[in-house]
């Protein structure tokens, strides 16, 4: 199957691609037209073998006929996409051209307006999410904060307090010791000056 597969891209996908570029290239009408029925012909191929795929592919050698029938497409003495196009897809799409352009009208304003209630939905959405995920940080945040005693933030100040000598901590907490604990601490340095 992945011969199959690989042939199928090469001469029925990068063979017409090229000489389709040859086409443009060169500004040859009869070489754009050929090429465009192709690619229409190769369109309707393409979307109805996704179903065929389902329901076919235990016959017999159907991969084999898939190759068979895009080398008769392509081939220049069958002209088979040309044979096609011009015996059905033609007359059949130029008698529902009318009702075909007014369903894409109404496909595409449908679509239009499915997409503008789908993105007002989505960005409320988004900004209820982020709403509710700044209020929940807050509140976090917040919580954190409250659980902090007063003991826990002592036990942090004493923490980074132990490298300063005791002197300090006892002057912070009360006013009548700190002239003698001024004194004692430049009597210390005082005499270890000495």
């Known amino acids: 199957i992945s011969c199959l597969f690989f042939s199928r891209l090469i001469f029925g996908t990068l063979y017409p691609a090229y000489y389709s570029y040859k086409a443009v290239k060169s500004k040859d009408i009869k070489e754009y037209v050929k090429w465009m029925m192709y690619w229409i012909i190769f369109a309707l191929f393409t979307t ?67 997409l503008v209630h ?32 007063m003991q826990d933030l002592s036990t942090i100040r004493g923490d980074s307090s132990s490298t300063v000598p005791p002197s300090v901590t006892v002057r912070t907490s009360s006013k009548q010791s700190q002239p003698k604990t001024s004194r004692s601490v430049s009597e210390g340095t005082g005499s270890s000056g000495k």
């Open 48 to 114: 109805a073998e996704t179903f065929t795929d389902i329901f076919l592919c235990w016959f017999p050698f159907y991969y084999e006929l898939k190759i068979a029938f895009v080398a008769w497409l392509l081939s220049p003495y069958t002209k088979g996409s040309s044979l096609l196009y011009r015996k059905f897809v033609h007359p059949t799409l130029s008698s529902k051209e009318k009702e075909i352009d007014d369903c894409l009208v109404q496909a595409k304003d449908r679509s239009y307006d499915a």
């Open 118 to 149: 789908f993105g007002k939905r989505g960005l409320n959405v988004a900004a209820t999410a982020a709403v509710m995920a700044a209020s929940k940080g807050q509140g976090a945040l917040s919580e954190r904060l409250r659980s902090f005693s």
